[in-house]
C-alpha cells in the first residue's frame, strides 16, 4: 500500500511527501525485516510507531496527528518488537477513520507497581467492551484477517510475559485430549526451575513427572547433603499431586555432560538415588537417554547403552540389576506418603526476595532455608512434604514456614485456622513482610494478622556479616549459634519466649518464642540458627503435636509409603561406611530376610 501511495505520489509530483514515506519505510523496514531480534528497547518500539503514522498519515490525507510520551527512566526497557504497532493501526483503521474527521493517536508509557503500562487511545468511534473481550476471546477468527490484531498482541503478550508456559501446555493438552483422551498428560519439570510456579503449573495434568541430575560427588557439599537435596526436590514434585505417585521421567545412570564438572556416579549410587525416589513416591525409574548418540551436544551424556555398545558395561549391569530389585517392590505401585509435617515453599516468595533490595544478597538463600528445614525435620525420622501456602492444611500435624516474606491472600487466615484447630506452626523471620503485590504490611510484621497469631512484632531485623555471631540462650535445650540474620521483636503478652539473644544491643530479648491457641500453637524463630538447635524446636513441636519420630544415624534416610493398610518402610545409608538402625521390624523385600529390631546398611 505505501509502495503504491508513493507511486500516485510521484505522478502527481508531491516530491516532498515521497521523501517522507520513502523515509518511513525504510526506518519501518529496518526495524522488521533488518532485524533479528525479537525484543528491542521501548524507545526503538515508539520510534517505529512514529514511522508507521507518518505513512498512515500522508495516506489519510494528513488528518492523523500523534502525541506519544514515555517517562525517560523507561525508555530503555525491553518490549517485544511490533507490539505497540497493531494497536494503533487498529485505532486508525476501526476508530479514526469512521469520523470522517481529523484524528490523534495518544500513547503514554509508565512506570506502575507492577512493571510498565502502556496506554494507547485516541478520538474515534470507540468500541464496546464486549467486542474486545470477543476479540480476545475468539481462538478461531476464521478467515477475519482485520480481527487478528488484538488478540496476536494478546498471545504474544502472553507467551513472553505471563503465565506464558502453563497457557501454552494448555493448548496442546486441548490437542491431545481431543485425540487421544484415554492417554495420561504430563511434562518433565527440572527441579525448581526459578522461571515458572510448578503449583499452577501442575494443574492441566494428569500426572507429575521431573528429571532428577544431582550434582553427585561435588566437592562444596557432603554426599548426604546432595542426596537430602534431590529428596527436597522428590517431595516438592510429589507433592503437586501429593494423593497418587509421581514419575521419575528422566535420570542418568551414569553420568551428565552439563554440569560444570560432569563426575560419573560411583558404583552403587545409581541404586541409592533410584531407590529413593521410589521411596519418597515414584512409581517409575526411567532414563534419559537408552543410547548415546553419535553427534550433537548429548553425544557425551550419560545412557544405559554406551557407544561401546555392549551389555557388559558397569553402567549396563547396575541398570540391569536394579531392573530386577524394581520388580521385587512391584508391590508398591500406586502407594503414596502420608505426611503428617509440610514445609511451605513458594514460587512468589522466591522471587520476591531475590528481587526485594535488603538483607543480604549473599545470604538470604530462600531455596536453601526452606531445603534445610525439610532436612532438620527429616533427620529426626518424619516423613515431610513441601507444599504451597496456598494449599489444604488439614491432615497436617505440624507446618512449617521458612522465611514466608510474602503472603498470599488469606494465607493469613488460614494459618490461623489451623493453629485454632489443634495445628502446630513453625514461622522465621523474614514472615509476612509483603502481600501478594510486594507492598509492605502496616502496623507491624508480620502482616495479615500473623503477629496477632504469634504474638510477636518484628521491630527490627539485624543483618550480620559473615564473620559475625550472636548466641541464643534457651531454658530447656543447648545454646544456638546464630548468624546471617536476628530480628528484634516486640513481644505480646501471654507469648512465652523460649530463647533470648546472648550478645548486642538486644542481649536478653526475645529469639524464639510460642503462642498457644486451644490445642494449637505458633512457634516464631525470629533468628537463623544452627541446625542442631532447629531440630532441638522441631522435636519440641512433634512431640507436642504428637507426631512419632525415630532416631536415625547420621546420614540415614527414613520413608514411608503406604495404602490399604499396607505400609513400606525405606531406609537409605547415604554415607560410605555401614549403619546400625535399631527398632526396625518387618520383612526386607529385597532379600525376604525378617528384621527384628535391628537393621544394618
Known amino acids: 500500500n505505501t509502495l503504491e501511495s508513493i507511486s500516485y505520489l510521484a505522478q502527481m509530483g508531491e516530491n516532498s511527501k515521497i521523501k517522507v514515506l520513502a523515509q518511513s519505510l525504510i526506518?519501518?523496514?529496518?526495524?522488521?525485516i533488518g532485524d533479528i531480534r525479537?525484543?528491542?528497547?521501548?524507545?526503538?518500539?515508539?520510534?517505529?510507531?512514529?514511522?508507521?503514522?507518518?505513512?498512515?498519515?500522508?495516506r489519510y490525507g494528513n488528518t492523523l496527528r500523534e502525541s506519544i510520551y514515555a517517562e525517560p527512566e523507561i525508555m530503555e526497557c525491553k518490549i517485544l518488537k511490533l507490539l505497540l504497532q497493531p494497536i494503533v493501526e487498529n485505532a486508525i483503521i476501526h476508530g479514526i477513520a469512521p469520523?470522517?474527521?481529523?484524528?490523534?493517536?495518544?500513547?503514554?508509557?509508565?512506570?506502575?507497581?507492577?512493571?510498565?503500562?502502556?496506554e494507547i487511545s485516541d478520538n474515534g468511534v470507540g468500541m464496546e467492551a464486549g467486542e474486545v473481550e470477543r476479540l480476545l476471546s475468539d481462538r478461531k477468527r476464521e478467515g477475519n484477517f482485520s480481527?487478528?490484531?488484538?488478540?496476536?498482541?494478546?498471545?504474544?503478550?502472553?507467551?513472553?510475559?505471563?503465565?506464558?508456559?502453563?497457557?501454552?501446555?494448555?493448548?496442546?493438552?486441548?490437542?491431545?485430549?481431543?485425540?487421544?483422551?484415554?492417554?495420561?498428560?504430563t511434562t518433565n519439570f527440572m527441579k525448581e526451575y526459578d522461571g515458572l510456579d510448578y503449583h499452577k503449573m501442575q494443574q492441566p495434568l494428569d500426572v507429575v513427572s521431573w528429571d532428577s541430575y544431582p550434582r553427585f560427588h561435588n566437592d562444596e557439599e557432603s554426599f548426604s547433603d546432595t542426596m537430602t537435596e534431590n529428596a527436597f526436590d522428590h517431595a516438592m514434585i510429589r507433592c503437586l499431586k501429593k494423593e497418587q505417585p509421581f514419575m521419575l521421567m528422566e535420570s542418568a545412570p551414569g553420568l551428565v555432560n552439563w554440569h560444570p564438572f560432569n563426575k560419573m556416579k560411583r558404583p552403587g549410587v545409581h541404586r541409592l538415588a533410584s531407590l529413593q525416589a521410589v521411596a519418597l513416591g515414584s512409581d517409575t525409574v526411567q532414563y534419559f537417554q537408552w543410547r548415546k548418540g553419535r553427534g550433537s551436544f548429548e553425544q557425551y551424556h550419560g545412557a544405559v547403552v554406551d557407544h561401546l555398545g555392549t551389555d557388559d558395561t558397569r553402567v549396563f549391569r547396575e541398570v540391569a540389576d536394579l531392573g530386577e530389585e524394581l520388580k521385587k517392590l512391584k508391590d508398591l505401585a500406586g502407594t503414596v506418603v502420608k505426611a503428617p509435617v509440610a514445609v511451605l515453599y513458594d514460587w512468589d516468595s522466591l522471587w520476591a526476595t531475590d528481587g526485594m533490595k535488603g538483607l543480604a544478597e549473599s545470604t538470604r538463600n530462600y531455596i536453601k532455608t526452606c531445603r534445610k528445614a525439610y532436612r532438620n525435620l527429616s533427620a529426626l525420622g518424619v516423613d515431610v512434604d513441601v507444599i504451597s501456602s496456598e494449599e489444604d492444611y488439614s491432615g497436617y500435624s505440624v507446618i512449617v514456614a521458612p522465611m514466608l516474606y510474602l503472603l498470599h491472600t488469606h494465607v493469613g487466615e488460614r494459618m490461623k485456622q489451623f493453629v485454632e484447630q489443634g495445628g502446630h506452626l513453625i514461622a522465621t523471620y523474614v514472615t509476612g513482610y509483603v502481600d501478594e503485590n510486594q507492598l509492605n504490611y502496616l502496623g507491624g510484621f508480620p502482616g495479615d494478622g500473623l503477629k496477632d497469631l504469634f504474638g510477636v512484632i518484628s521491630e527490627e531485623i539485624d543483618t550480620l556479616y559473615p564473620s559475625d555471631?550472636?548466641?541464643?540462650?534457651?531454658?530447656?535445650?543447648?545454646?544456638?549459634?546464630?548468624?546471617?540474620?536476628?530480628?528484634?521483636?516486640?513481644?505480646?503478652?501471654?507469648?512465652?519466649?523460649?530463647?533470648?539473644?546472648?550478645?548486642?544491643?538486644?542481649k536478653g530479648m526475645a529469639a524464639v518464642t510460642e503462642r498457644t491457641c486451644q490445642n494449637g500453637s505458633a512457634m516464631y524463630i525470629a533468628a537463623r540458627l544452627d541446625d542442631a538447635s532447629m531440630q532441638h524446636l522441631y522435636a519440641r513441636t512433634l512431640k507436642k503435636a504428637g507426631v512419632?519420630?525415630?532416631?536415625?544415624?547420621?546420614?540415614?534416610?527414613?520413608?514411608?509409603?503406604?495404602a490399604d493398610g499396607m505400609r513400606y518402610v525405606f531406609y537409605l545409608n547415604d554415607t560410605t561406611g555401614p549403619q546400625i538402625v535399631s527398632g526396625v521390624e518387618g520383612i526386607d523385600l529385597l532379600t525376604g530376610e525378617v528384621i527384628k529390631g535391628i537393621l544394618t546398611l
Open 548 to 562: 512419632s519420630m525415630y532416631k536415625l544415624p547420621y546420614g540415614v534416610e527414613r520413608h514411608t509409603r503406604e
Open 27 to 32: 526506518g519501518l523496514l529496518r526495524m522488521t
Open 469 to 506: 555471631r550472636n548466641r541464643v540462650h534457651f531454658a530447656e535445650m543447648p545454646e544456638g549459634e546464630v548468624r546471617d540474620y536476628a530480628e528484634v521483636l516486640r513481644v505480646a503478652d501471654g507469648t512465652n519466649m523460649l530463647g533470648t539473644y546472648e550478645q548486642d544491643y538486644y
Open 38 to 58: 525479537s525484543t528491542i528497547t521501548l524507545e526503538e518500539e515508539l520510534e517505529g510507531v512514529r514511522q508507521y503514522i507518518n505513512i498512515q498519515n500522508i
Open 99 to 118: 469520523l470522517s474527521a481529523s484524528g490523534i493517536v495518544m500513547i503514554y508509557g509508565k512506570r506502575d507497581e507492577d512493571g510498565i503500562c502502556i
Open 147 to 185: 480481527e487478528i490484531g488484538i488478540a496476536n498482541v494478546q498471545d504474544r503478550i502472553q507467551t513472553l510475559y505471563g503465565w506464558n508456559m502453563t497457557d501454552y501446555m494448555k493448548a496442546e493438552i486441548a490437542i491431545l485430549k481431543e485425540r487421544t483422551p484415554q492417554i495420561p498428560v
